[in-house]
């Protein structure tokens, strides 16, 4: 791997660390204020807000600048909305802004990876990426759950700034206030990413031409008979979850009745097996191989509903471990094959702002349908049971679907896996 290939993994590495931990502080904000219990399953729609509306112009903004430059930007405006959370008694629309600086820095984070590298390495570098962003979720939720208990908290509430009164007077504000560090990390790692030799495109300033190239960009993929069947895929699990991040908490509650510091470890434990599956399919799996896994799409779904009739602890552990292995095995090549046939068809941000923009759409339509259930008495037991036949049945359509593409489009099909294949070779 190049020289700049770690400086990213280390910039992406704090970036994810402060996203995962902040989600728990922002949690527990909300429970500390007395929020509707609604506002937690919106907390997953607000961060994916922006990743939709704006899809059409980061990405394009990903290919103008150099990526290190866009990634500093975003982690500069997941500061402002730390301190808006700070500072202001609109939580889900501070969150909404870290969303923004989120949606920013994913093209370009992922853009990044082919223009550094060949494509035979890009199931390798996803593998070490998501790897380390699955690590970097399972230390922040863990961070996040400590930095809210008692004893981390009193500790950070104990440090007074001479003369100055910063009003942070509670755990999940001085959690919140930490993150603001870790992101300041992040940024100065994105100011040592290299300039790479691919040509910047220049980005249009007339946004309805922009949304008229994205629309053509995410039709582009669509109609690709690889594309369409690894971004149904990874648009599917990501979409689920991201809210089983969220969902995990009233589940914990629920099932064990835990705590949100309590919950947090568990939080943890559902990425260990993700972790650990994501670096094996990056060593295991080739590019050419990867819609060979759709039935483990469909065996995650099923494994989701028997979260049902875990009430003991140490089942829950191996269980959520196994649950995570299902998606790290999964999304690692199917998310290179993506961004194989996204860097081929377009430039490498506007791929990577098409997938962001279709999962983050399932994100907010799922988290909006789960805040839309809560508010009116579903419990997290039927949440789990509707997530868990829904990815299932789906898996099962995109499965036939590609079987549809191979029967009747067989020369297309095999066309396009030849060259994944030989770009992997290579």
């Known amino acids: 791997m190049k020289k700049g290939f770690y400086t990213i993994m280390a910039a992406q590495f704090f970036s994810s660390l ?49 990526k290190g430059k866009v990634m ?29 600086g989120a949606a ?29 962003t699955v690590g970097s979720i399972i230390l922040g939720v863990l961070l996040g759950g400590q930095l809210v208990g008692h004893r981390l908290s009193s500790i950070l509430l104990g440090f007074e700034l001479p003369f100055i009164n910063t009003g942070i007077d509670t755990a999940p504000e001085a959690a919140i206030a930490s993150m603001i560090v870790l992101y300041a990390i992040a940024a100065l790692f994105n100011l040592g ?53 969220v969902i995990v908490f009233p589940w914990a509650a629920a099932a064990l009745g835990y705590g949100t510091t309590q919950a947090s470890s568990l939080a943890g434990v559902v990425v260990i097996g993700t972790a650990v599956s994501a670096v094996l399919a990056s060593a295991t799996m080739k590019l050419d191989k ?28 191996p269980f959520l471990v196994l649950l995570g292995a299902t998606v790290g095995y999964l999304v690692v090549p199917m998310n290179a ?4 046939r996204g860097h081929n068809l377009m430039g490498a941000g506007r791929s990577i702002a098409v997938q962001n923009f279709n999962e983050q759409a399932c994100v907010l ?4 349908f789960y805040a839309a259930l809560t508010k009116f008495g579903l419990s997290a037991f039927g949440t789990i049971t509707i997530f868990g036949l829904t990815v299932a049945g789906i898996m099962w359509l995109i499965r036939r679907w590609h079987q549809n593409n191979c029967v009747h489009h067989s020369a297309e099909v095999k066309r396009l896996l030849e060259i994944a294949r030989d770009d992997h070779a290579h």
């Open 193 to 245: 990413i290299p300039r790479t030799e691919a040509p910047l495109q220049p980005m249009n300033r007339n946004l309805l031409s922009l949304v008229r190239d994205f629309s053509q960009c995410n039709a582009r993929l669509w109609s690709d008979k690889l594309g369409q069947i690894s971004l149904a895929s990874t648009t599917l699990v990501w979409g689920v979850s991201g809210n089983m991040r």
């Open 72 to 100: 500093f930007y975003s982690n500069s405006i997941k500061v402002i909305g730390c301190l808006m959370m700070l500072f202001s008694d609109y939580t889900l629309a501070a969150y909404a802004i870290v969303g923004l």
């Open 365 to 368: 339509g799922l988290s909006a």
């Open 290 to 317: 990867a819609t060979n896994l759709i039935p483990m799409g469909i065996g995650m779904g099923v494994l989701m509903l028997g979260l049902n009739f875990v009430t003991n602890l140490y089942v829950a552990i």
């Open 104 to 132: 920013a820095y994913s093209p370009a984070k992922y853009g990044i990876l082919t223009e550094l590298l060949p494509p035979s390495q890009l199931v390798k570098a996803n593998g070490w990426i998501e790897g380390l």
């Open 337 to 340: 094959l993506l961004q194989h």
């Open 18 to 66: 402060a996203d995962n931990a902040l989600l728990v502080g922002a949690i527990e904000l909300l429970k500390s204020t007395n929020a509707p219990s609604w506002q937690v399953p919106a907390l997953a729609a607000m961060f994916a807000l922006f990743y939709v509306l704006l899809a059409p112009l980061v990405g394009a903004f990903a290919d103008a600048a150099p």
